[in-house]
């Protein structure tokens, strides 16, 4: 997964605002009960939000399961002078002796753990390497989503020496993409690739739920962007959770 596709990640993501996205992960960071300095975050792919919360003050350790993933996020990491520490590993089965303020997930990348139970070991894995007072981030993409700003649809984008075919399929609860695109070399030509994902939908009753087991407090579900209350009728949605004090 993400192997070529990683070389044109950033490209087909330029609409993404991660400033923005940024700035709401730091101001639910503030809301924390202890003072956040070390920022473990789960799947950072090309290190787009790491590298911003590192501008911020933040020590940043990142994991990916992407190798080629990991080596961009390095590489951006390095040119803009921050001191980031770059892990591949697999959000659902990930262990470490440091602790850590606060463990983030952006860019629904959730929603690509295929059942339950992987969902359980993320929030298990994350429980385990958190300090006492500290908090969980991360958003998913609903079902609502899926179904209605998604759907079955094909998405074509024409870039600077990159076009590409996103198609995506609605199959029960989950969505999935097949992605071919064509990278110019430098001859002038064009070198075609193809990729296959798939994202699952979960409901918000059965995330709360396994977060209250693992014994999680203080769970709140956002509307995206807003601190107001999220429904699995929005189209993604922010969870926030803390790590009881000792």
């Known amino acids: 997964m993400y192997e070529k596709f990683a070389e044109v990640y ?8 991660y400033e923005q996205w940024s700035d709401y992960l730091y101001r639910l960071i503030l809301n924390a009960p202890i003072e956040v300095k070390d920022v473990l975050e789960f799947g950072s792919g090309t290190g787009n939000i790491t590298t ?3 501008k911020k003050g933040y020590d940043m350790t ?3 399961i992407s190798e080629d993933m990991l080596t961009i996020a390095d ?3 390095q040119n803009e002078g921050l001191d980031i520490t770059f892990y591949l590993g697999d959000m659902s089965n990930f262990s470490i002796a440091k602790r850590y303020d606060a463990v983030i997930s952006a860019c629904d990348t959730v929603n690509y753990l295929e059942d339950l139970d992987k969902i359980a070991s993320f929030l298990e894995a994350s429980y385990e390497v958190l300090n006492p007072g500290g908090i969980l981030l991360f958003d998913i993409n609903t079902e609502t989503k899926f179904k209605k700003a998604i759907g079955d649809n094909t998405f074509v ?3 600077d ?3 590409c075919v996103w198609e995506s399929q609605n199959k029960e609860d989950q969505l999935e993409y097949d992605i071919t695109f064509f990278v110019k070399g430098d001859d002038g030509r064009y070198d075609r690739y193809e990729e296959e994902q798939k994202q699952y939908a979960y409901e918000v009753k059965d995330i709360y739920k396994l977060l209250k087991r693992i014994g999680y407090k203080d769970i709140k579900v956002y509307n995206f962007g807003t601190f107001l209350a999220g429904t699995d009728e929005h189209d993604r949605l922010q969870i926030y959770a803390q790590k009881p004090k000792a």
């Open 10 to 17: 950033d490209t087909l993501m330029n609409d993404i605002d």
């Open 52 to 54: 911003r919360l590192a």
């Open 62 to 64: 990142a994991v990916d």
């Open 75 to 77: 590489e951006k990491a």
């Open 157 to 159: 984008y024409n870039l």
């Open 161 to 163: 020496d990159v076009y």
